[in-house]
């Protein structure tokens, strides 16, 4: 079981950046998954969940209105789209896949994680 983030970048304040996250070595489509973010000396926190359908998502409310989550599971693939970024956004972006139906916001409920991919956002 493989998650590859790719996509980050460095970009202004009020830029874009789309990251992707690629699955391989299971049915991805049966997971729950889901985009966390840790800044320097910060803990872990959740940023958004999609559902293995694709028709639910959830947002952490730092993000809402400004993200937004999607998947292809055609492709085994899911997208954060990131819009009107801030300097806070800046930090490591992990995917993660869940067996748990619920979105979880609890990294503790991801069993499948990816290796990440720095964004920082620039003022």
């Known amino acids: 079981v493989q998650l590859q983030a790719s996509g980050g970048g460095l970009v202004q304040a009020g830029g874009s950046l789309r990251l992707s996250c690629a699955a391989s070595?299971?049915?991805?489509?049966?997971?729950?998954m889901g985009w966390f973010r840790q800044a320097p000396g910060k803990e872990r926190e959740f940023v958004a969940a999609?559902?293995?359908?694709?028709?639910?998502?959830r947002y952490a409310d730092s993000v809402k209105g400004r993200f937004t989550i999607s998947r292809d599971n055609a492709k085994n693939m899911m997208y954060l789209q990131m819009d009107s970024l801030r300097p806070e956004d800046t930090a490591v972006y992990y995917c993660?896949?869940?067996?748990?139906?619920?979105?979880?916001?609890?990294?503790?409920?991801?069993?499948?994680w990816g290796q990440g991919t720095l964004v920082t956002v620039s003022s």
């Open positions: 993660a896949a869940s067996h748990v139906a619920t979105m979880s916001l609890s990294n503790y409920d991801y069993a499948y």
């Open positions: 070595g299971f049915g991805s489509a049966y997971y729950t």
């Open positions: 999609i559902s293995w359908s694709g028709a639910g998502t």
